[in-house]
């Protein structure tokens, strides 16, 4: 298998619009792919999952075929793949099927080359990622993938190991008031000023604990909803607040923690998007210094599926600028969607030399 597979593979899942619940061909084309390479296939769905190797340690390697719609303004049809200036443009090219076509053709290289590992690799090329958590391809298939002792997780990273990745928990303020007319302020108690406080408190608060590779937990209000009339004092009024966890906290800790500050109620709306992270001293942070020599580990705000394997030692990793990812300008460097395979299999290698 040469170089110019990986970038064939790439152009052709690229040229197939598969956004998310839309993602069969795509599906149809990796699975192809992957049987005709001689690896064991699996379908549930639209979700692909592949086999190599014997023995009880398994390392998995996890990737998403669905894409966003496009943005208005791309410079090239997005699902007409275009080469310019070393650089392959169009919708899903970095998010993530740079990730899908290098990982894909690393395993499959090493399977024609006769390496046999020291366990198993499974990848999963799984479906819905981009919907936020609805109808998720890798929650799917994870209780029957068996037991994994580690994963890597393709999303653009420049071939740099993520160690850390952030969590969002979502909460609602729900200020309690008292109504009366607005020409007798003093007999109500005003619920619209309760949660302008708290805003006030959330905007100067910091939370003590710092991760090394993510920093601080951030809080933002991002929707405010209150009063019912202009000439009444309202008695309720609430607001969505975002916060961008870390693993410093749990999602429960940090609701108590505000609730202990603010005088609005505080109730969770949603904490499902874990923060995850990985100690660098696991074997796999080791392999993948090890198998991308001069990377260094970092961590990242945006989330991935790295969300479902939360107590897995996991790296997020793969090729592309994440800063791309739903853009317009969408595109990977053809030198990077290249070197990237090898980077993989060193990485492999490395796992399962430990």
């Known amino acids: 298998m040469h170089d110019t597979d990986v970038v064939k593979l790439h152009r052709a899942l690229v040229a197939i619009p598969s956004l998310s619940h839309q993602e069969a061909a795509a599906a149809d084309l990796m699975e192809k792919h992957l049987l005709d390479a001689g690896l064991k296939v699996t379908r549930t769905g639209d979700n692909i999952v592949a086999e190599w190797g014997t023995g009880q340690r398994t390392l998995l390697l996890n990737s998403h075929l669905d894409v966003v719609p496009p943005s208005a303004n791309h410079p090239y049809p997005p699902f007409e793949p275009t080469v310019a200036d070393g ?5 899903g090219t970095v998010d993530a099927k740079a990730s899908v076509t290098s ?9 024609q080359a006769g390496y046999q590992p020291n366990g198993r ?34 999303e653009p990273t420049h071939m740099q190991p ?3 990745q952030k969590g969002l928990l979502i909460i609602r303020l729900q200020a309690a008031g008292k109504s009366c007319h607005a020409a007798r302020a003093e007999e109500g108690l005003n619920a619209i000023s309760i949660l302008v406080r708290d805003i006030a408190k959330l905007e100067s608060f910091s939370f003590d604990r710092v991760h090394p590779y993510l920093g601080i937990t951030t809080a933002n209000v991002t929707m405010i909803e209150g009063g019912t009339a202009r000439n009444v004092i309202p008695d309720r009024a609430h607001a969505f607040v975002d916060i961008r966890s870390t693993p410093s906290y749990t999602h429960d800790e940090l609701a108590a923690l505000l609730q202990n500050e603010l005088e609005s109620q505080v109730h969770i709306h949603s904490k499902r998007f874990v923060p995850v992270g990985t100690d660098p001293e696991q074997d796999i942070v080791r392999a993948c210094l090890a198998g991308s020599p001069g990377s260094k580990a970092f961590g990242s705000p945006t989330m991935s599926d790295w969300i479902h394997l939360k107590g897995i030692p996991t790296v997020k990793i793969g090729p592309g600028d994440s800063r791309l990812s739903h853009t317009a300008e969408e595109h990977v460097r053809m030198d990077e969607l290249v070197s990237s395979c090898s980077i993989y299999e060193s990485i492999i290698k490395s796992y399962f030399a430990n």
Do not use: P, Q
Request: with cysteine; aromatic share 4%; glycine share 12%.
């Open 87 to 91: 650089r392959i443009f169009g919708r």
């Open 103 to 111: 990982m894909a053709t690393a395993v499959c290289r090493l399977a």
């Open 121 to 154: 690799i499974k990848l999963a090329f799984t479906t819905c990622e981009e919907t936020g958590g609805e109808d998720n391809g890798l929650e799917e298939v994870l209780t029957s993938l068996g037991k994994i002792d580690a994963a890597l997780v393709g």
């Open 162 to 164: 993520c160690v850390a």
